[in-house]
């Protein structure tokens, strides 16, 4: 079982910045990978930046080279530095986390809204 807590949405211009916060209730050496997806109204949930093994990255192609995902592994904790957001990135952002034994198990925060707007 993991308990994730997302912190950090709210409402910014376009052009502005935020940085989510994603506290994991154990280690994150432990899970498998950690990252965020996002589903806006009428939409489906999709993928928006993920890690794995604690280093290899990967970015949907509307965010990479604005949005940056990283770890503090003393902490269990993942962030998403969002940069130069765009109305489009409004949405309910969720952190997700994959533990892999036997089988995959995702478990989910609660969500996080991040409204772009002027």
């Known amino acids: 079982q993991v308990q994730l807590v997302e912190s950090g949405g709210g409402l910014v211009q376009p052009g502005g910045s935020l940085r989510l916060s994603c506290a994991a209730s154990?280690?994150?050496?432990?899970?498998?990978?950690m990252g965020w997806y996002r589903q806006a109204p009428g939409k489906q949930r999709e993928l928006v930046a993920v890690?794995?093994?604690?280093?290899?990255?990967n970015y949907a192609v509307s965010v990479k080279s604005r949005f940056t995902i990283s770890s503090d592994n003393a902490k269990n904790t993942v962030y998403l530095q969002m940069n130069s957001l765009k109305p489009e990135d409004t949405a309910v952002y969720y952190c997700?986390?994959?533990?892999?034994?036997?089988?995959?198990?995702?478990?989910w925060g609660q969500g996080t809204q991040v409204t772009v707007s002027s």
């Open positions: 997700n986390a994959r533990v892999v034994d036997v089988y995959e198990h995702d478990y």
């Open positions: 154990r280690s994150i050496f432990s899970i498998y990978q």
């Open positions: 890690m794995s093994s604690g280093s290899i990255t």
